[in-house]
């Protein structure tokens, strides 16, 4: 006859639940799994189709066209997507923290405005037309106007909302700028149009050069930030009571943003929504955590970035769709459908 065991004993020998950590720690290590995928079908997958036996004789063994097109197109373009991706996320990250605003994204500061405004001067007035010469032009707007949003915002008194408010204003005014200028020049637009609307096409190692000591920089902040913008989000009182240098931290959060989208925009592009969907659909199953909001979004944003860019070569074979149109289709009704889920919430 069996004998149940009592219930302190059975307490006691059932194993124990896994903690949330380490759920977490395991949930990270199948996100760089997936980007690893997802990075080997960006040099697998092509707008011309390659067999598998190709692509890899272009990797390891060929010098000549199928190495041209994996080794010098795909595996730049890879490598840029990746940087770039982790970019995007990462910044939208941290100015959602910043603004305390889950909807925010880096077009919210103007930072994508500038970048742009920057480069349609280049070409217009200056005679820039490559893209090795117009990614400093970028990369200098996105900076200059992620310091004028930071002063108009109030400098040291800066808050969430002055901040956003600074950056809706001069973002309307570039735009028009850019707008005025492309319209009145037939050259300038003819130069912009591809590079406007956001794409992983152009990439070569000279770019992947240039930005990546900045997007390196800019990681490595953003990811010490993780702990002070954990009590900003908490509010300003309770930040304070925590010990949190709120001036630092906000300054510190805006410059590695600034450097971060600045560098993948003067690279890419304008590309929207990654910024913005990536961590909000991380914070849905991390919490509101920055200490593993920030790796997560490291990891995933790639993971759509490059995901889309391969989708965009996909669709439209042998031509290819910029990665900038297809985060546009897929990022509209995702934003419309977390407007509407925190709206509702809300009521």
């Given at each position: 006859?069996?004998?149940?065991?009592?219930p302190?004993?059975?307490?006691?020998?059932?194993?124990?639940?896994?903690?949330?950590?380490?759920?977490?720690?395991?949930?990270?290590?199948?996100?760089?799994?997936?980007?690893?995928?997802v990075?080997?079908?960006?040099?697998?997958?092509?707008?011309?189709?390659?067999?598998?036996?190709?692509?890899?004789?272009?990797?390891?063994?060929?010098?000549?066209t199928?190495?041209?097109?994996v080794?010098?197109?795909?595996?730049?373009?890879?490598?840029?997507?990746?940087?770039?991706?982790?970019?995007?996320?990462?910044?939208?990250?941290?100015?959602?923290?910043?603004?305390?605003?889950?909807?925010?994204?880096?077009?919210?500061?103007?930072?994508?405005?500038?970048?742009?405004?920057?480069?349609?001067?280049?070409?217009?007035?200056?005679?820039?037309?490559?893209?090795?010469?117009?990614?400093?032009?970028?990369?200098a707007?996105?900076?200059?106007?992620?310091?004028?949003?930071?002063?108009?915002?109030g400098?040291?008194?800066?808050?969430?909302?002055?901040?956003?408010?600074?950056?809706?204003?001069?973002?309307?005014a570039?735009?028009?700028?850019?707008?005025?200028?492309?319209?009145?020049?037939?050259?300038?637009?003819?130069?912009?149009?591809?590079?406007?609307?956001?794409?992983?096409?152009?990439?070569?190692?000279?770019?992947?050069?240039?930005?990546?000591?900045?997007?390196?920089?800019?990681?490595?902040?953003?990811?010490?930030?993780?702990?002070?913008?954990?009590?900003?989000?908490?509010?300003?009182?309770?930040?304070?009571?925590?010990?949190?240098?709120?001036?630092?931290?906000?300054?510190?959060?805006?410059?590695?943003?600034?450097?971060?989208?600045?560098?993948?925009?003067?690279?890419?592009?304008?590309?929207?929504?990654?910024?913005?969907?990536?961590?909000?659909?991380?914070?849905?199953?991390?919490?509101?955590?920055?200490?593993?909001?920030?790796?997560?979004?490291?990891?995933?944003?790639?993971?759509?970035?490059?995901?889309?860019?391969v989708?965009?070569?996909l669709?439209?074979?042998?031509?290819?769709?910029?990665?900038?149109?297809?985060?546009?289709?897929?990022?509209?009704?995702?934003?419309?459908?977390?407007?509407?889920?925190?709206?509702?919430?809300?009521?």
């Amino acid at each position: 006859m069996l004998v149940d065991s009592p219930p302190e004993q059975r307490a006691e020998t059932a194993p124990a639940p896994p903690t949330r950590r380490a759920v977490r720690v395991l949930g990270l290590f199948v996100s760089v799994a997936l980007l690893l995928l997802v990075a080997l079908a960006s040099i697998a997958i092509g707008a011309k189709s390659l067999p598998l036996g190709d692509v890899w004789h272009g990797l390891f063994h060929d010098t000549g066209t199928y190495a041209d097109i994996v080794v010098g197109d795909r595996i730049s373009r890879t490598v840029l997507g990746l940087l770039a991706g982790a970019a995007l996320g990462l910044s939208g990250a941290v100015l959602q923290a910043l603004t305390r605003n889950p909807l925010a994204d880096p077009g919210l500061l103007g930072i994508n405005a500038g970048a742009s405004a920057a480069v349609v001067t280049a070409i217009t007035y200056f005679g820039v037309t490559s893209l090795s010469g117009y990614v400093w032009f970028a990369f200098a707007g996105a900076a200059a106007v992620g310091a004028l949003v930071w002063f108009l915002g109030g400098s040291r008194g800066a808050t969430p909302v002055r901040l956003a408010l600074a950056g809706t204003a001069i973002s309307a005014a570039l735009y028009g700028y850019l707008q005025a200028v492309m319209i009145m020049d037939d050259a300038a637009l003819s130069k912009m149009r591809f590079w406007t609307v956001g794409s992983l096409a152009s990439a070569t190692g000279s770019t992947i050069t240039q930005v990546a000591p900045f997007l390196a920089v800019g990681t490595v902040v953003s990811l010490l930030l993780a702990r002070p913008l954990n009590a900003v989000a908490m509010g300003d009182d309770t930040a304070r009571a925590l010990g949190a240098n709120l001036n630092r931290t906000r300054a510190l959060a805006m410059l590695s943003a600034t450097v971060l989208c600045g560098a993948a925009t003067a690279a890419c592009g304008p590309i929207v929504f990654v910024g913005l969907m990536v961590p909000h659909v991380v914070r849905s199953f991390t919490g509101p955590d920055l200490r593993w909001i920030l790796p997560y979004a490291t990891v995933l944003s790639p993971v759509l970035l490059l995901g889309a860019d391969v989708l965009g070569r996909l669709i439209v074979r042998p031509a290819e769709l910029q990665v900038g149109i297809v985060t546009a289709v897929i990022g509209g009704p995702v934003f419309i459908y977390l407007v509407r889920r925190r709206r509702t919430a809300q009521l």
